[in-house]
């Protein structure tokens, strides 16, 4: 059992949990998951790692409430324990000296990517970060990321807050602006970082991104987060997450995230009804 | 001498139409009656090759001849003495190949059921024994730490062995339950997890200190271990990395490794689906290519989650299924349909990315290969297509390389397979024994047991020197 030292509600429908895990701690590098469980009868669902502490032992993860699981993880409080929490898990970010990297984050990809800019950041590297969510109320981390990066841009879709538009917008300013880019990382959801790769693609600049297919195990035991990277069958979770953006079947991936959409929907409606009863 | 009798006391089994709309077990053992009248068909002869046919080297007649005597706890003792997993091995072991095969009576008739009154002894006891277990008196410390890596079949083995000569043993564990392939890949309806978890629990009992949720590899290595205080490390990790064919559409939504599958169903208990959060497709026409016991577990699996048909799609003939004879007769009775000598070609999917057919070959068999049996050829110009909407990969697996990525001295075979010497378990690596299907790649839970047993002895002895 992991318990939950602290938890916070970073924006809307997204939260921030800090698990005791000291073990995990240990290993634990920018760019790495783990996977939880909450209980008995929970599902197994990856969570990329967004801090970790050594003092305290503790390891930071955000999510947002979108299906069965995240909803009912929503509903613990500090104190609470989760019954699995395993990490960690997959392959580190490549972290080096590049030059210029900017990295693109996009609403609940905040979290993974401040511990990559912080890496890069320490590395020597001058981080230009981009930082888009629908709408102000979805965006969290803008101080946190500032203080990982030479330069923060924010960006909201509706225009609420920062420059009115979608990521891609600065991210294709920069590339055209004469700044010389050595890489760009992106992590957010699967369309922001494909848009993100096409983005890039006219000028050459590597852009490594963050993949979040479906996954059990997280260990390379069931193959169900395999992703076409290069014409190739890799397993997100031992070969990745972070694949280079240009070589990935962005189509195949946004496929299978689909695979469970009436099941997960079910899922939903009984753990609502259930939490509904307990009320 | 009492006439022999040839005919082996049959077991009930559930009926078959009633069987694949259930989870429960298939096999329903025997009653005591059936158990001695089992028992007393065997003649006790001198040689007992019986037990020389079991890779854990158990005394058979002994345990029959007590279960005839009617001295359960002696059948028991017997038993545990050199097996800590009775229930488990008597469900699952492939019996007919090992100690049924040497059995004297083999020559002239049905040979004795030792599985199903090891299986009965093992029930017995986790039935009426729990009260009266007595605690063996516990070995002398030895003082010397071992961990154990995975929690299978040759993990539970070596770490109860180990900890029965007075070392003090910790069992890593990646997932969140302790019995690896016995809890995620055999299916319940073969294997209760109750059982399973009875026999960890067992060999929790003999102060064996279990770590879940511990990916070793990536939350600590081989290296860390070894530094950290361990004497000796024994691997145990399996084969629990799935094969796919690399042909066109395998990645289409829809289809699965067997891997998958029966994780989501058997450790995840997706047939209880949404009680339980983990989801599992339920197909209407679902094949599943191969012709193992992953196999047929998987086909039986996808039956009983409402299946219309099953299809195993295998490229060999009924003669070279690999399954188990009794396990491919339970599936044919159930209803799974056997497309012999077919192999797919590609997968053919939708607009949306899901499967919807199969292109496959008609096979022919030409001369034998390398395994013995004979080698599977593609007829050109036979290809046909079946309509499926899900599909099982049970193609095989091999070790998980995550334990040999961060382990760079530890040398292993182009399959990913630990290299060892074959009578020690030993490996290159100073300290570090492996043993079962990370070493043989995947094969069966008794062979693994028994490698876990000799590299038991063989750490045992190291630790002593």
């Known amino acids: ?279 | 001498m009492a006439k022999l009798n040839l005919n082996r006391e049959p077991m009930t089994k559930q009926d078959p139409k009633t069987r694949g709309k259930n989870f429960n077990e298939v096999a329903l053992g025997y009653s005591a009656e059936q158990a001695k009248a089992e028992a007393s068909r065997c003649i006790q002869c001198p040689k007992h090759p019986c037990a020389e046919g079991c890779p854990v080297e158990i005394d058979i007649p002994g345990f029959i001849k007590a279960v005839l005597d009617d001295n359960m706890p002696e059948a028991v003792r017997i038993l545990k003495d050199k097996n800590s997993l009775p229930g488990i091995c008597g469900r699952v072991c492939p019996q007919e190949t090992q100690c049924e095969q040497s059995c004297s009576l083999a020559k002239k008739g049905a040979p004795i059921a030792i599985g199903r009154l090891e299986r009965y002894v093992a029930d017995w006891e986790r039935t009426n024994m729990e009260a009266m277990n007595p605690k063996a008196e516990p070995p002398r410390p030895t003082g010397k730490k071992v961990a154990v890596v995975g929690s299978g079949p040759a993990g539970l083995v070596a770490a109860a062995d180990l900890t029965k000569l007075g070392h003090s043993v910790t069992l890593f564990e990646a997932l969140h339950v302790a019995g690896g392939v016995l809890m995620y890949g055999i299916p319940e309806f073969r294997l209760p997890k109750e059982i399973v978890q009875a026999e960890v629990a067992y060999v929790a009992s003999l102060g064996v200190k279990i770590e879940l949720d511990s990916v070793v590899g990536k939350v600590v290595t081989l290296a860390e271990l070894l530094e950290s205080g361990y004497h000796a490390l024994f691997l145990g990790t399996g084969a629990g990395a799935p094969m796919f064919m690399d042909i066109p559409g395998e990645n289409l939504n829809g289809i699965y490794s067997a891997n998958e599958f029966l994780t989501r169903v058997n450790l995840m208990k997706a047939y209880q689906f949404p009680e339980y959060d983990t989801p599992v497709l339920v197909g209407r026409r679902i094949a599943v290519i191969g012709g193992g016991n992953v196999a047929m577990d998987s086909a039986r699996c996808a039956l009983r989650l409402g299946a219309d048909e099953v299809y195993i799609i295998y490229r060999r003939s009924e003669v070279e299924l690999p399954a188990r004879r009794e396990e491919v007769e339970n599936a044919k009775e159930e209803g799974i349909q056997f497309k012999l000598l077919t192999n797919p070609k590609r997968y053919i999917g939708n607009e949306s990315g899901w499967v919807v057919g199969i292109e496959c070959y008609e096979m022919g068999l030409g001369e034998p290969d390398e395994s013995g049996r004979r080698r599977p050829i593609a007829k050109e110009g036979s290809e046909f297509i079946l309509d499926v909407d899900m599909v099982v990969a049970a193609l095989g697996t091999r070790p998980n390389p995550l334990i040999a990525q961060t382990t760079p001295d530890l040398k292993t075979t182009k399959w990913g397979t630990v290299m060892t010497d074959e009578t020690t378990g030993k490996t290159m690596k100073d300290r570090v024994w492996a043993g079962g299907d990370i070493v043989t790649g995947a094969a069966t839970v008794i062979s693994a047991m028994g490698a876990a047993r000799r590299a038991a002895r063989d750490i045992d002895e190291y630790l002593r020197r």
């Open chain 1, 1 to 279: 059992m992991f318990r939950i030292i602290y938890r916070e509600t970073l924006a809307t429908k997204i939260h921030l949990f800090k698990i005791e895990a000291p073990a995990i701690v240990r290993k634990a590098l920018a760019g790495q998951f783990v996977v939880i469980r909450i209980d008995e009868r929970g599902e197994r669902i990856p969570l990329t790692l967004a801090d970790w502490d050594g003092k305290e032992g503790s390891v930071t993860t955000v999510f947002m409430e979108v299906g069965a699981t995240t909803f009912r993880l929503a509903l613990l409080k500090a104190g609470d324990f989760i019954a699995d929490f395993v990490g960690p898990l997959g392959v580190p970010s490549h972290i080096d000296k590049f030059g210029t990297v900017v990295c693109v984050a996009g609403g609940v990809g905040a979290a993974p990517i401040a511990p990559i800019a912080k890496a890069l950041k320490e590395k020597g590297n001058k981080i230009i970060s981009i930082l888009g969510a629908r709408s102000k109320d979805l965006l969290f981390w803008e101080d946190k990321l500032r203080s990982v990066s030479h330069r923060l841009i924010v960006t909201t879709d509706d225009g609420t807050y920062g420059r009115k538009g979608v990521v891609t917008e600065p991210l294709k300013d920069l590339l055209e602006s004469g700044e010389k880019v050595d890489r760009v990382i992106a992590i957010g959801p699967t369309v922001m970082m494909k848009f993100c790769a096409l983005t890039t693609r006219p000028f050459g600049v590597k852009t490594i991104v963050s993949l979040n297919p479906i996954m059990v195990d997280g260990t390379g035991m069931c193959g169900c987060c395999r992703v076409s990277v290069g014409g190739v069958t890799k397993l997100a979770c031992v070969d990745g997450p972070d694949f280079d953006g240009h070589q990935v079947d962005w189509d195949l991936l946004s496929a299978r995230q689909r695979i469970y959409l009436d099941e997960e929907k079910r899922s939903f409606e009984h753990w609502q009804a259930q939490v509904g009863k307990r009320c």
